[in-house]
């Protein structure tokens, strides 16, 4: 396990003004109030993370739209400023990206942007996003122009999308085309939407009797801070099942290095039995155990103790028996040659 995350994604505002049809959001708005992160807290975290070369990515969006907080040009700023060898990026909607918020992201020292529009057909993305097609395309397609005079297009924006029940294969296969037209290199397609460990209803749900780990970097390389402070297992953890600290009273090391997260990545790693609800068990992205397979964890020092004490007792006890054995012979054979 290494030492201090590599990847850091902040929830620097808990809101999003969309409403997408695969996306846990619309289920649990209503359970955590909107709030923007403290500052406070938020240059804790970074402050912190300048100490550390070990930082790759600091990732400025969690089960958000990072573009509702007012202060995420300064944050991102902020960031590279103090971790300038890190990456710093967001993934947003792109509907509220107007001039001046556009202006203020090609000036910032954003390294790159995600664009997460799920069609290009105005019925699609109404259905799907809950959002304005005339004010969103034209707010992105803008960005685009003014990205292009400003920056690398190429590296730095990507845009993105997945299957979903409103996008029929002919509007996937034309809006691949629709981006590249428009100049953008890097569009990623993902092939079906995932129930988010079961946070969206209506996608089928998965249920794993026993599991050895998971798939994603997400719980061993990344930490998940949601706008609280409250550092939970990973972004599919949208109901703050497992919360494994606060960093406003404790460090992003402590945490990471604690002996609660030691408990949890045991029992997603299947070596710790959990409860038949453990949100990996309710996840595509956990490794399912073959029949059988279950890695055994030995916690109780006192065990390997014991176990020790066996081992050296067998293994003297057969050089001594092996001795014996051998002078006795030794003494026999000895004697029935005189
Ligand atoms: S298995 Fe799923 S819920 Fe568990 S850590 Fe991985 S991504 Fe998160």
Known sequence: MMKFPKYLSIQTTSLCNASCVFCPYREIRDLFPAKIMEEALFRKIVDECSL???????ILYLNNEPLTDPRIVERINYAKEKVPWAGVHILTN?????????????SSRLDWIGISLHGTEPETVKEAMGLDYDLTFNRVLSFIDKAKAKRNIRDFVMLTFLRHKYLTPEEKDKSMGFWRNKGIEWVRYFDGPVSRAGNVSGLPPVRRNKITGCATIWANEMMHIVEDGNVVLCCMDWRREVILGNLKSVSVQEIWSSKEYALVRDKRDGRLDSGADFICKRCEAAIPAAAGQVKPKM???FLWLLLSFVCAFTIFYMTYFWA?????NRIILGGSRK
Do not use: F, K, Q
């Open 52 to 58: 550390h070369r070990e930082v790759e990515r600091i």
């Open 324 to 328: 014996y054995m051998h002078l006795r």
């Open 299 to 301: 916690r109780s020092p």
């Open 94 to 106: 792109g509907s509220l990206l107007n001039d001046s918020l556009a202006e203020g992201l090609l």
